[in-house]
């Protein structure tokens, strides 16, 4: 995306590429192995979102007996509907950046400025119920401080991109609007990606960051160790539907304060080598034989607290 650091990415993809090359993948963990085991679902009536298997909060999958077998939804969440708004407001700026540029032609970035910013309160006003419509009610001071927090994110992804504009028009003064857009705003974009090959949805949507062809994820809450594994289930599922080698995940951490101007970012840069492959293989069986079975896998030993379902489980929530 354009507020990364490329030349700070390129360094950390040339390091794994040198991974890559001594601890190689196996040819039975790729996706397009999907005819054969492990990699081959154990149904083919049977989808799972990315999400349900890769947010490994629960060791014991409960929360996708809970969802899927149960049909109850997590209880309202802040976390979640920060998730919601902030990769709304991700989505949101860049698309409008695009469209403003294809309206306008080549406009410089203070235009660009110029024209969306007075648009980002209520961006922001409409991103913001959209997501509570999704996650639900929650007390009115959270909303306002999201709200506070989603603006100043939009406001730097609208400066950082102008930014991007300029450099790239003096660079290359003959550039097309095409180009330019190209060049400015991605390097990472959504891509639809059949997973049913392999046992996820139909309808998967991947941020595929293109230089390194690295899968990407945007976090906006605490790091967890589950993290890699949402790439590594959009790399199988890229691999079984493209037949195209998916060799590196990516995890861009968004932290915002209502303190601080601008938020800050870091990214988590891996090799999507065998182990992930087999872990997320694993959890998708264990996964597949619960809802089949219609089996309560029970708690694990320790329930963190932010766990979604932490309220359901604990019996806070009816
Ligand atoms: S609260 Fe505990 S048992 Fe329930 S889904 Fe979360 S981790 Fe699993």
């Known amino acids: 995306m354009f507020f990364l650091n490329k030349s700070d990415l390129d360094k950390k993809f040339k ?11 196996s040819e039975e963990l790729r996706g397009w192995s999907w005819q054969n085991p492990p990699v081959e679902p154990p149904s083919r009536n049977m989808f799972f979102g990315v999400g349900d298997l890769a947010a490994r909060y629960c060791k014991t999958l409960r929360d996708i007996y809970l969802k899927k077998v149960e049909n109850i939804k997590p209880p309202p969440n802040l976390k979640m509907f920060e998730g919601i708004v902030y990769h ?11 469209s403003i540029l294809f309206e306008k032609g080549l406009i410089g970035g203070a235009d660009i400025v110029e024209e969306l910013m007075p648009r980002v309160a209520n961006a922001c006003e409409r991103l913001t119920w959209d997501a ?6 929650l007390e009115d001071k959270d909303i306002e401080t999201v709200k506070k927090k989603a603006r100043s994110f939009y406001r730097f992804l609208l400066v950082q991109a102008a930014s991007q504009v300029n450099l790239i028009l003096t660079k290359f003064p003959h550039i097309d609007v095409d180009s330019l857009v190209n060049q400015a705003i991605p390097p990472i974009v959504e891509r639809k990606v059949d997973g049913s090959l392999v046992g996820l949805s139909k309808e998967l949507s ?17 790091v967890r160790d589950f993290h890699p594994y949402a790439p590594t289930g959009y790399a199988l599922a890229i691999e079984a539907d493209e037949e195209t080698a998916v060799n590196f995940g990516m995890i861009i951490y968004i ?28 959890i998708r069986d264990e ?27 604990t019996g806070q929530f009816k």
């Open 88 to 98: 709304g407001v991700a989505t949101d700026a860049v698309t409008k950046v695009k």
């Open 206 to 222: 991947a941020d595929v960051y293109t230089p390194a062809y690295a899968v990407a994820d945007l976090k906006t809450g605490e």
């Open 15 to 25: 390091i794994l590429r040198v991974n890559l090359q001594s601890l190689g993948i």
């Open 287 to 313: 996964a597949f034989e619960i809802v089949a079975n219609a089996r309560d896998p029970g708690k694990p030993a320790v329930c963190p607290d932010y766990c979604p379902y932490y309220p359901v489980c």
């Open 255 to 282: 932290r915002l304060s209502a303190q601080r101007p601008v938020p800050t970012i870091h990214t988590k840069c891996f090799l999507i080598g065998d182990e992930l492959r087999r872990e997320f293989l694993e």
């Open 132 to 137: 509570l419509n999704t996650v639900g009610r």
